[in-house]
C-alpha cells in the first residue's frame, strides 16, 4: 500500500482549521468516467474569486459563465500561498497546459459535484468557446426519434402473495376495547308542538341576573385514553400570556366617547372669573422660566452616556473574550516538544520566536541522550504571512529555556541552554529576508503594517538554519539549566565588584543570568585583555576549523567565554543556597512600549548601518566615571517560592578578605511553589508582579513589610504571567490546565475577571504585543508545542480615562494600609509586654506581705464565706433565724 500523505493544520483568524496535504503527487478528481476527461471540478473559495477577479454574480453571470485565467497568475498564487491555494490540486494539470489562457467555468447546477471546473486541453477549450452548430433537419430529427421507438407496455397484473405482513397491520391497528353506552332521550307527547311560555324572574334571587350552567369534572367516571395520534415539531418554547382580566363576574359597564364642552355662557363665565386670573398669573413665572431653560438646554439629554468615553470605531466594548487570530506548530520535528519561550521580535511586526524543547524528564534524558545529539535543538522564527513554514532556524548545542533580543541591536541574540551554556546568534546577513511594507499614505487614517518574507520561489520551501557564533565555557559557566537571561541597558556597565559607571560605547554589552545551581552570573560580550601574546601558528589553526557560514562577530568569546561576577545567594545559618528561577533588574527593558517603537527602529537602521559589534572593543575601562545614585538592588524568584530583595554589588569579608554577596535585603515566602514570573509594571517602575505555585503578588519596590496584593488559592497551579502593555491594571496568567486567567484590579483584586480556555495542556510562556493603536495580540504558549495568537478585545487593550492614577491611588492606599498593620502589631506587642509587667508586680506584692497580714486576710475571706452559707441556708428555708444565731455561735 502506498504511504498515506502527512497532514497539516492551518488556523488564521479563529477560522476552522482546514486540512491540506502536504505531498504535491495528489492525483487531481478527472472526470474520465462520465466522458468528459478534460475537465477538471475545483472549490474556489471567496478569497480566490477575489484575487482572480472571478466572482459569482459579479465577475461570472449566466450570460458569460467562464473567465480565462494566465498560466502566471495562478503560478503567482502558488508562490504567495502554497498548498493553501485552491489551484494546488491540479497543479500539475496547469503546468502541462499548452496555452496561455486556461478556462474557468462556473457550474451553477454543479453538474461535476463541486462550483467551479477547469478545462485542461486546448481542444475542449476551443469546443466549449466554439460549439459546433448542427443542422436544423438533424436537430428535427433527434426530437422525433424518441417518439417514434418509444413503445408502450401494459402492466400485467399478478397474484397476490402474502409476505405475513397481514399480522403486523392487525396488531397496529386501533380496536375498541370498551363498551359503547346508549343515551335514550324521551318527552310527554303532549309537549310536543306546544307555545312557548315566558316568564318574569326575581332578579335580585340571582346575583347579577346572570345565570351559567358551567362544566363540571364529574369524578365518578374516568375515561382512559389508550392510544392517541400526534404530529410533534422541534419549535421554540411559547409562552401564553394574558393581559386582560378574567371575566368571571360580568357586570355592567359605559363608556364615554363624546367628548365634554363648555356652552357659550359657560366659557364668558369662565374667562371673567377671578380664580382663573389668579391661576395664570401665579403660574406665568414658572411657565416662562420652563420655556426659557428649554432653549438654552437639552432637557432630554443622556447624562450617563456623556459621562462615557467616545467608543473608538475598533471593536466592541462589550466583548471581553480573546478572539484567537492565528496559530503556529512544528510538523517537521520527528519527536513531541514544548514551548519553553517566546519573544515576539522588537522592530518587525507580524514576527515572533519561540525556543522548543523535548518533553522529557531528568531520568528520560539521560536514558535517550544518545538519540537527543543527533536531533538539532532550535529557535523558530514565525510569520503571520506563513502560518505552515518557520522563516529562520537558530540552531544551538542544546535545548534552549531562555532567549532575548539585544536592544540595541534585534539581530544579536542571547540564549541559554539546559546544560549551563550561554549562546549567541548573528542573523544580520539573514535581516534582508525580511521586510515590512506600509500601505497607505501618510494622509490616510487607516494605516496598517504588513509583515511579508521576501523568499524566492525555489527557497520557499527551504528552511534556513543559522549556526551560533559562541558558546560559553562550560567549565565556567552554570553547572545546571539557565532559567533567565537579561541585557543590561546601553546608558550603564558594571564590573566584577559590582560597581556602576557609565557605558560610552553607547551599545548593550552585559549580560546577567540565573540558573538552578544557585548563583546568578554578569556577562560581558567584549573581549578581555590577553595576558600572554597567542603564537601565531595558533591562530592560523583557529582560523581554518571557522565554518563558511558562521560570521566572526563573536568569535573572541566561541568555547572561552565565562562570567566576570557569580553572585550566590546563602541562607546565612545553612550551607545550602537559594536557588534562583527568574529576576528583575531596576532597568528592565524586556517591554517595547508604544512610544518608543519608533525610536527603536531607528536604533535598529543605525546599529545594522553601523554594526558596532563587528568592532567590540576591550572590557571594562579605567578611566570611566562611575554613577553614585544607582540603584543596585533587584528582585529574584526561587525554586521554594521565595522573594528575594537584593543587592549585586559585592562587599569584602573583613576576615578572610575575600568579595562575598551581602545579605538580601528582605526574603518573603509567599508562593508555595517555584516563582515562574518576576516582573515590573511597565506604567510603574517600582511596582512588581510574581507568579508561582497557586497564587499571585504585587510588590511595591522600599516596602519591606510585605506584598500589596496576595490572591488566594487558584484551582490550578499557575505556570506564566505578564502585565498589559496598555492597561496598568491588567495582567494576564496562565494555568497549568490550559486556562488563562486575566485579572482587572479596577473590576476586582480578590479574584480574577474572566477566565478563558485556550487549550487541553498546560500554558508555559504568555507574552502581549501591541501591533497598532487599535490591535494587540498575546501569545499563548503550551506544553504540546503549539504557540496560540489571540487578539485581544477593546475593553483589555484601552484604558480609561483616569485608570493610570486610579491604580496608583488603589497600590498608596495598599501601603497605608500595611504601614497600619504594621503599628497594630507594635501596639499589641507593647500590649502583651505591659501584660506580662502587670502580673510580675502582683507577684511581687504577694511576697513582700507578713505572715499577720496573710493570715489576718485569710480570716476575712473565711467569715465572709460563713455569712454567704448563712444567707442562703436561710433563704432556702432550712434554717431559721433563731437558729441563725445558735449556728454563729457554734461556729
Known amino acids: 500500500m502506498a504511504p498515506k500523505p502527512q497532514k497539516r493544520k492551518i488556523s488564521k483568524r479563529g477560522k476552522n482549521k482546514i486540512t491540506l496535504p502536504v505531498s504535491e503527487e495528489a492525483e487531481p478528481i478527472n472526470m474520465e468516467s462520465m466522458g468528459h476527461p478534460e475537465i477538471y471540478p475545483l472549490v474556489l473559495t471567496t478569497k480566490t474569486q477575489e484575487i482572480f477577479n472571478c466572482r459569482v454574480d459579479e465577475d461570472i453571470t449566466d450570460e458569460q459563465p467562464y473567465k480565462l485565467i494566465r498560466k502566471e497568475d495562478i503560478f503567482a498564487d502558488f508562490v504567495n500561498r502554497a498548498a493553501v491555494s485552491d489551484f494546488y490540486p491540479v497543479k500539475k494539470i496547469i503546468q502541462e497546459y499548452p496555452g496561455d489562457e486556461l478556462l474557468l467555468v462556473y457550474d451553477k447546477d454543479f453538474r461535476y459535484g463541486l462550483n467551479f471546473y477547469l478545462i485542461g486541453t486546448e481542444e475542449g477549450k476551443e469546443n466549449y468557446l466554439n460549439p459546433l452548430e448542427v443542422p436544423e433537419e438533424q436537430e428535427e430529427y433527434k426530437e422525433h426519434i424518441p417518439e417514434d421507438l418509444y413503445v408502450y407496455k401494459p402492466p400485467v397484473s399478478k397474484p397476490?402473495?402474502?409476505?405475513?405482513?397481514?399480522?403486523?397491520?392487525?396488531?397496529?391497528?386501533?380496536?375498541?376495547?370498551t363498551k359503547q353506552i346508549t343515551y335514550m332521550i324521551s318527552r310527554k307527547r303532549s309537549e310536543f308542538g306546544a307555545p312557548i311560555k315566558f316568564s318574569d324572574q326575581n332578579?335580585?334571587?340571582?346575583?347579577?341576573?346572570?345565570?351559567?350552567?358551567?362544566?363540571?369534572?364529574?369524578?365518578?367516571?374516568?375515561?382512559?385514553?389508550?392510544?392517541?395520534?400526534?404530529?410533534m415539531q422541534v419549535v421554540p418554547q411559547i409562552k401564553d400570556i394574558s393581559t386582560q382580566t378574567r371575566w368571571t363576574y360580568p357586570q355592567n359597564a359605559t363608556t364615554q366617547y363624546h367628548p365634554r364642552e363648555f356652552s357659550e355662557e359657560e366659557k364668558k363665565t369662565l374667562e371673567q372669573s377671578k380664580t382663573l386670573t389668579d391661576f395664570l398669573n401665579n403660574v406665568s413665572m414658572s411657565v416662562e422660566i420652563a420655556l426659557q431653560q428649554n432653549e438654552i438646554m437639552n432637557v432630554f439629554i443622556d447624562d450617563w452616556k456623556r459621562l462615557a468615553e467616545e467608543e473608538g470605531t475598533f471593536g466592541d466594548k462589550t466583548d471581553t473574550h480573546l478572539k484567537e487570530y492565528q496559530s503556529f506548530t512544528d510538523l517537521h520535528s520527528p519527536t513531541e516538544k514544548m514551548i519553553t519561550c517566546v519573544s515576539w521580535h522588537p522592530v518587525i511586526f507580524g514576527l515572533i520566536a519561540v525556543s522548543v524543547a523535548v518533553r522529557l524528564s531528568f531520568e528520560e534524558r539521560v536514558h535517550f541522550s544518545g538519540k537527543l545529539l543527533l536531533q538539532p535543538s532550535l529557535i523558530l522564527f514565525w510569520s503571520f504571512s506563513d502560518p505552515i513554514h518557520p522563516q529562520l532556524m537558530l540552531e544551538s548545542p542544546d535545548d534552549i529555556f531562555c532567549f532575548e533580543f539585544c536592544p540595541s541591536d534585534p539581530n544579536i541574540i542571547a540564549g541559554g541552554c539546559i546544560n549551563g551554556q550561554i549562546v549567541m546568534w548573528d542573523i544580520t546577513t539573514h535581516a534582508d529576508r525580511i521586510e515590512n511594507i506600509k500601505v497607505g499614505g501618510s494622509r490616510s487614517k487607516k494605516v496598517t503594517l504588513k509583515p511579508l518574507f521576501l523568499l524566492e520561489p525555489e527557497s520557499n520551501k527551504e528552511v534556513m538554519y543559522i549556526r551560533h557564533c559562541a558558546v560559553s565555557s562550560i567549565e565556567n559557566g552554570h553547572r545546571k539549566v539557565i532559567t533567565d537571561i537579561h541585557w543590561l541597558s546601553d546608558t550603564f556597565e558594571i564590573n566584577r565588584l559590582g560597581s556602576v559607571f557609565e557605558n560610552r560605547s553607547g551599545i548593550s554589552c552585559q549580560l546577567a543570568t540565573c540558573s538552578a545551581d544557585c548563583t546568578i552570573c554578569f556577562w560581558d560580550i567584549r573581549p578581555q585583555k590577553a595576558l600572554t601574546p597567542q603564537p601565531t601558528e595558533k591562530k592560523k589553526e583557529e582560523s581554518i576549523e571557522i565554518p563558511f557560514d558562521v560570521p566572526s562577530t563573536f568569535l573572541h568569546l566561541d568555547l572561552s567565554w565565562k562570567p566576570f561576577s557569580k553572585i550566590r545567594l546563602s541562607k546565612g545559618e545553612t550551607t545550602l543556597d537559594h536557588c534562583p528561577t527568574k529576576i528583575s533588574l531596576s532597568d528592565d527593558t524586556l517591554l517595547y512600549k508604544e512610544q518608543d517603537k519608533a525610536a527603536a527602529q531607528d536604533k535598529a537602521v543605525k546599529a545594522g548601518e553601523a554594526r558596532p559589534y563587528q568592532n567590540l572593543e576591550e572590557g571594562l575601562a579605567n578611566h570611566l566615571e562611575p554613577?553614585?545614585?544607582?540603584?543596585?538592588?533587584f528582585f529574584v524568584g526561587t525554586e521554594e517560592g521565595e522573594v528575594i530583595y537584593t543587592d549585586w554589588k559585592m562587599e569584602r569579608d573583613p576576615e578572610t578578605g575575600r568579595l562575598m554577596t551581602k545579605k538580601p535585603v528582605s526574603l518573603y515566602t509567599v508562593h508555595d511553589g517555584a516563582v515562574h514570573t518576576v516582573q515590573r509594571s511597565p506604567f510603574y517602575h517600582d511596582i512588581i508582579l510574581t507568579v508561582g505555585g497557586w497564587?499571585?503578588?504585587?510588590?511595591?519596590?522600599?516596602?519591606?513589610?510585605?506584598?500589596?496584593?496576595?490572591?488566594?488559592?487558584?484551582?490550578?497551579?499557575?505556570?506564566?504571567?505578564?502585565?498589559?502593555?496598555?492597561?496598568?491594571?491588567?495582567?494576564?496568567?496562565?494555568?497549568?490546565?490550559?486556562?488563562l486567567d486575566i485579572w482587572d484590579l479596577l473590576e476586582k483584586t480578590h479574584e480574577p475577571a474572566q477566565s478563558q480556555n485556550i487549550c487541553i495542556t498546560m500554558i508555559t510562556c504568555v507574552k502581549p504585543w501591541t501591533f497598532s493603536a487599535k490591535q494587540q495580540f498575546i501569545a499563548v504558549a503550551d506544553y504540546f508545542g503549539?504557540?496560540?495568537?489571540?487578539?485581544?478585545?477593546?475593553?483589555?487593550?484601552?484604558?480609561?480615562?483616569n485608570e493610570v492614577s486610579s491604580i496608583h491611588y488603589y497600590f498608596e492606599r495598599e501601603v497605608k494600609h500595611l504601614e497600619y498593620v504594621e503599628q497594630r502589631k507594635k501596639i499589641r506587642e507593647q500590649e502583651k509586654k505591659d501584660m506580662k509587667l502587670e502580673m510580675e508586680k502582683k507577684k511581687v506584692k504577694m511576697h513582700q506581705k507578713s505572715k499577720e497580714q496573710m493570715e489576718a486576710e485569710l480570716k476575712m475571706e473565711y467569715e465572709s464565706y460563713l455569712e454567704l452559707e448563712r444567707n442562703v441556708l436561710v433563704n432556702l428555708g432550712l434554717i431559721k433565724v433563731k437558729e441563725t444565731m445558735s449556728y454563729v455561735e457554734m461556729v
Open 160 to 177: 397476490w402473495v402474502s409476505l405475513g405482513s397481514e399480522k403486523e397491520i392487525d396488531e397496529e391497528t386501533v380496536k375498541e376495547s
Open 203 to 231: 332578579a335580585s334571587s340571582v346575583k347579577d341576573a346572570y345565570i351559567e350552567c358551567t362544566a363540571y369534572p364529574d369524578k365518578n367516571f374516568t375515561l382512559k385514553q389508550l392510544e392517541r395520534d400526534v404530529g
Open 627 to 633: 554613577i553614585d545614585d544607582f540603584c543596585t538592588k
Open 695 to 739: 497564587n499571585v503578588a504585587i510588590w511595591k519596590e522600599g516596602v519591606m513589610t510585605g506584598p500589596l496584593l496576595q490572591s488566594c488559592c487558584a484551582p490550578k497551579r499557575y505556570t506564566s504571567g505578564h502585565w498589559s502593555l496598555t492597561r496598568p491594571g491588567v495582567f494576564y496568567i496562565g494555568r497549568e490546565d490550559g486556562y
Open 786 to 801: 503549539t504557540l496560540h495568537i489571540l487578539e485581544i478585545p477593546w475593553t483589555l487593550s484601552h484604558p480609561s480615562t
